[in-house]
């Protein structure tokens, strides 16, 4: 669930960028990301135009949860430990949100936890808290890592054999620094 806590940019730059202007923004980032699926995210589509307090209220919410689940990725990947504050966040989400869960198969024999039947707000953020849950109590720490490009910051899981990515992408922040530095020696 690290994709969630990217979508917010340049936490640390003068010029943070926020891709979750609104309520439909969240929504078809959830969509888009595999988080809700066709029927869920014409769910949360009609709940969102339906009422716009509500609305409001999901994407402060996400926010909320998003800055928690980044907080607590980028103290891992600097070795550290999460704060406690940011981990009560993250319980409570997960907590608020279990109560509306099922728990059902799941394709590899498992278990997980469905959303299917909750209320479209509380299936979203839900499906966010459990994911990042599952992610932190699965993932080896020395796999979380934050990307050390300028005015990146992006979380990202390192899946490589020998655990030696460093960048969110080599395409973009790798290229760019090692440009820079190129550019520094010539």
């Given amino acids: ?35 809700l699926d066709a029927t869920a995210k014409r769910q949360a589509d009609a709940a969102v ?5 509500t609305a409001r209220k999901l994407l402060r919410d996400a926010r909320q949860l998003r800055g928690a689940i980044y907080a607590v990725g980028a103290a891992i990947a600097h070795g550290g430990a999460p704060s406690e504050a940011d981990l009560r966040m993250l319980k409570a989400f997960a907590e ?14 498992g278990f997980k936890f ?36 300028h005015g990146c910051g992006w979380l990202f899981l390192d899946v490589s054999k020998n655990n030696s ?9 790798g290229n760019r620094t090692k440009a820079t530095r190129f550019r520094q020696r010539h």
């Fill in 1 to 35: 669930m690290l994709d969630f806590a990217n979508t917010a940019a340049g936490r640390e730059t003068a010029a943070p960028v926020e891709h979750l202007l609104s309520p439909a923004n969240l929504v078809a980032w959830a969509a888009h990301a595999g988080v």
């Fill in 49 to 53: 135009s339906a009422d716009a307090a």
């Fill in 96 to 109: 608020w949100t279990l109560g509306a869960a099922a728990l059902a198969s799941a394709a590899d024999g």
């Fill in 114 to 149: 469905d959303f299917t039947h909750a209320p479209p707000g509380i299936a979203l953020l839900g499906r966010l808290a459990w994911s990042a849950v599952d992610l932190l109590a699965t993932a080896p720490p020395e796999r979380i890592k934050q990307c050390p490009g």
């Fill in 165 to 173: 990515r460093r960048w969110c992408d080599m395409a973009t922040c």
